[in-house]
């Protein structure tokens, strides 16, 4: 199938009804990939700045809307969690971003199909490709449908805690295996015992992590590995 009917088919299969593809081809084109043909100014760069302050605006209205009582530090601190790099990753692992980018050799070759803040700036792309094809009133629309998993996460109060997921979706695109955990120290008392636990990734302790759970202790270490291996 070719490039662009793959797009097409990506743009259909979220619900978007869009006008002009090539906005879309170009979010999707990596500026590693526009030099190698000497084609600089069709990558998405530009997209991804406009995105970026989208996305912001996007996000600023929901939490103003949603949350009235919040003062403004609050509100800027929950539109921080929901624009940072680790979200927009994880809706750039969900929506399998990966498959219809466009890199260049080396940046292919480097891992750049499965790197966080590459994705990340993609999928700001394509909001601004969104905001330019069909405006801001229905591009919030499709961007707040894409973020509900995250505002779930949000409601419930474990928004940038889920590392455990992150790394797993990371490692699967980047090595084709999950990370496994172990409780490597269990230290005192019943009723006031803290964990220490380690994840493993392809053979190696990436990350070790402490908490008064298990659970607590495997995110902790997830985090710390995240921050580790991703650029």
């Known amino acids: 199938m070719h490039w662009s009917d793959r ?3 990506f743009l259909d299969s979220v619900g978007w009804e869009i006008n002009n593809l090539n906005l879309y081809e170009q979010a999707l084109t990596h ?10 100014r069709t990558n ?37 969690d929901l624009v940072c790099e680790a ?14 980018l466009r890199l260049g050799k ?43 998993p995250i505002m779930k996460d949000l409601q419930e109060g474990i928004l940038r805690r889920d590392y455990k997921t992150l790394l797993q979706e990371f490692s699967q695109a980047r090595y084709a295996v999950t990370p496994s955990y172990r409780i490597i120290d269990a230290r005192g008392p019943d009723h006031d015992k803290e964990f220490e ?26 985090k710390e590995a995240w921050c580790k291996i991703t650029p």
């Open 7 to 9: 797009i097409k088919s």
């Open 31 to 40: 500026s590693s990939f526009a030099h190698e043909r000497g084609q600089r």
């Open 44 to 80: 998405n760069e530009r997209l991804e700045f406009l995105g970026d302050a989208v996305l912001e605006l996007i996000i600023s209205d929901y939490l103003y809307e949603r949350y009235p009582h919040f003062p403004e530090g609050k509100l800027t601190r929950l539109r921080a």
């Open 87 to 100: 979200s927009l990753a994880r809706l750039a692992f969900e929506l399998n971003i990966s498959e219809y």
């Open 106 to 148: 080396g940046e292919l070759q480097g891992g750049g199909a499965s790197r966080p803040s590459l994705l990340g700036d993609t999928v700001e792309a394509l909001i601004g490709a969104l905001y330019l094809d069909i405006g801001l009133e229905k591009c919030m629309q499709y961007v707040l449908d894409l973020y509900k």
């Open 197 to 222: 636990a380690e994840v493993v990734l392809t053979g190696e302790a990436v990350g070790c992590g402490r908490g008064r759970s298990k659970k607590e202790a495997e995110q902790a270490a997830a």
